[in-house]
């Protein structure tokens, strides 16, 4: 998967990365947070919040390319929050664990949407965002999700049905199909209650407020 751009997913790269990049799995709390972290640990990180439908393996293409740049890149998956109070205080908590103060944050989707709020509720601690395909408010979403408050008792494959509605529509360009067929197959990996507590986020009524930083320290792509 491209993630943000970077040409092909091509199975031989996603297989070297596996190689040489370990997955992390740490619990803080009740919530257990799966990341890779590479590249040197004396600058503040870039940290990688995938979309709905995506996992912190996403976004490898950019782990590998940038840490060969000299900088630090952690890609994470977001876990099983159900409200985005709770998000802001766990990924709070996540930094403070890895004794982590400032950050660079790139969002796609709904994680450009957690890398907004978490910005406007901690302003000091965010450098920079990079925001991907993202959104502002949730109230669209909220209401093309009517069945919501079912979440928490639908079957696994009807949730993944749901998220990967659209996502295969196409005709695509090759390295996009490869992509959108990673996202897929990472898809797959989710529990129930990962896919649940990510809709649910998705719907939960919010919008971003005002953000403190500059516009020169915000970057959008779409």
Known sequence: MTGLGGGAAAPGDYVYFKSVVPLHKISIG????????????????????????????????QIMSLSMKGYRVISIDVPQVWNHHE?????EKFLD??????VHICGTSL????AQIFAQYRPRRV???VLSNTFLETHKFAAAMPWSPLVSW??????KRYLLT??????????????????????????REDLSSRLIL????????????PDSFITIMD
């Not at 664990?97 to 400032?102: A, D, L, P, Q």
């Not at 994680?111 to 957690?114: P, Q």
């Not at 998705?202 to 930083?213: E, F, R």
Request: proline share 7%; charged share 15%; with cysteine.
């Open 166 to 191: 659209g996502i295969r529509d196409g005709p695509h360009e090759p390295f996009i199909a490869d992509s959108v067929d990673f996202v897929v197959g990472q898809v797959e990996t989710l529990s």
């Open 154 to 159: 639908t079957p696994s494959f009807l949730l």
């Open 202 to 213: 998705n719907v939960n009524v919010a919008s971003v407020g005002s953000l403190s930083l």
């Open 127 to 129: 450098k920079s965002l």
């Open 87 to 91: 998000w802001i205080h766990s990924f």
């Open 111 to 114: 994680g450009g949407f957690l």
């Open 30 to 61: 009740s919530k257990l947070w799966r990341y890779y972290d590479f590249g040197p640990k004396a600058v503040p990180p870039l940290i990688c919040i995938p979309g709905i439908a995506g996992t912190a393996d996403v976004y490898y293409k």
């Open 97 to 102: 664990s890895m004794n982590i103060h400032h």
